[in-house]
Nanobody, 124 residues
């Protein structure tokens, strides 16, 4: 079984930065893709960013390109999301997720493991 635990959420003013971290335990996850999704109240869970097992391939939603950066450290079993130039529309619960296979997918149903989520609130 895989456990994912997020940290780093909070309240920040528009234009500010936050760094989310996700600690993975329970299995060796270096062979699987990792990602971040978010869900705002009343909205569907949406893809934010994904990273391949090697860390060389990174994918971003258009809404966060140029502002967010995903990274992973397989030796430490962690994945991070650096979020800069935050906007009020970035407010959501952010979820760390993992797949058993190496390919990044943008649909939530294609991911196998999920963290409990961390709240990010951006004030205007």
């Amino acid at each position: 079984q895989v456990q994912l635990v997020e940290s780093g959420g909070g309240l920040v003013q528009a234009g500010g930065s936050l760094r989310l971290s996700c600690a993975v335990s329970g299995r060796t996850f270096s062979s699987g893709a990792m990602g971040w999704f978010r869900q705002a109240p009343g909205k569907e869970r949406e893809f934010v960013a994904g990273i391949s097992w090697s860390g060389r391939m990174k994918y971003y939603a258009d809404s966060v390109k140029g502002r967010f950066t995903i990274s992973r450290d397989n030796a430490k079993n962690t994945v991070a999301l650096q979020m800069n130039s935050l906007k009020p529309e970035d407010t959501a619960v952010y979820y760390c997720t993992a797949r058993a296979t190496m390919v990044v997918r943008t649909t939530a149903d294609d991911w196998d493991y999920w963290g409990q989520g961390t709240q990010v609130t951006v004030s205007s």
